[in-house]
């Protein structure tokens, strides 16, 4: 079985702060990876999503993400955030073609000037 | 291109009484699928569809039914409202090659 555990439930970070959100997940098969973005009552909108390649994935807004094979991680950063990246961010994983993918529980990102 | 909608955007419900949440999709995916969002919990998988003519239950699916008569609608069908049902319910399609899904903006359900 798959899971998904997001370290942080909330993030406060100052405006043009770097900021990492933490991913790590567990599978027994191989994987795709997702960053999903939930700005206030809104659906959820793809952020950057690993497939396979490289393992540095880049995104929408400046975002990007790691996969680390070895640790089992998908950690989502940017350099410099900024007010309007305040929102919530889900990683999720899916079994490559399984048809279903199992989100995190999700992480506020709260941006302050 | 609209993309996802759904329909109510927002719905008071008494319990006991029956009720469909509308999903429409022009993008012509195959997968389509049901969530529910409650804090702390994130997004849990009611039902999904792989395609027209087939359904399937995911992590919560008691107390809801769906159909996939056709390829663009997925109705949700809570047949006997329960207030443990009061939540969030986003639809999504999605593409079979990349499991990336495309969420609906949402139907924020409250039942009394």
């Keep these: 079985a798959q899971s998904v555990t997001q370290l942080d439930s909330q993030v406060p970070v100052f405006e043009e702060a770097p900021v990492e959100l933490r991913c790590n997940y567990s599978s027994s098969v191989s994987v795709y990876l997702f960053w999903y973005v939930q700005y206030p009552n809104q659906g959820l909108q793809l952020l950057l999503k690993y497939l396979s390649g490289s393992t540095l994935v880049k995104g929408i807004n400046g975002f990007e993400a790691e996969f680390n094979k070895s640790q089992t991680s998908f950690h989502l950063r940017k350099p410099s955030v900024h007010i309007s990246d305040t929102a919530e961010y889900f990683c999720a994983v899916s079994n490559t073609g399984g048809f279903k993918t199992i989100f995190g529980a999700g992480t506020r990102l709260f941006v302050k000037a | ?112």
């Design chain 2, 1 to 112: 291109i609209a993309g996802i909608t759904q329909a109510p955007t927002s719905q008071i419900l008494a319990a006991g009484r029956r009720m469909t949440l509308r999903c429409t999709q022009d993008m012509r995916h195959n997968a389509m699928y049901w969530y529910r969002q409650d804090l702390g919990l994130g997004l849990r998988l009611i039902h999904y569809s792989n395609t027209a003519g087939t359904t399937g239950k995911g992590e919560v699916p008691d107390g809801y039914s769906v159909s996939r008569a056709n390829t663009d609608d997925f109705p949700l069908t809570l047949a006997s409202a329960v207030p443990s049902q009061t939540s969030v319910y986003f639809c999504a399609s999605g593409e079979h090659s990349t499991d990336t899904q495309y969420f609906g903006p949402g139907t924020r359900l409250t039942v009394l």
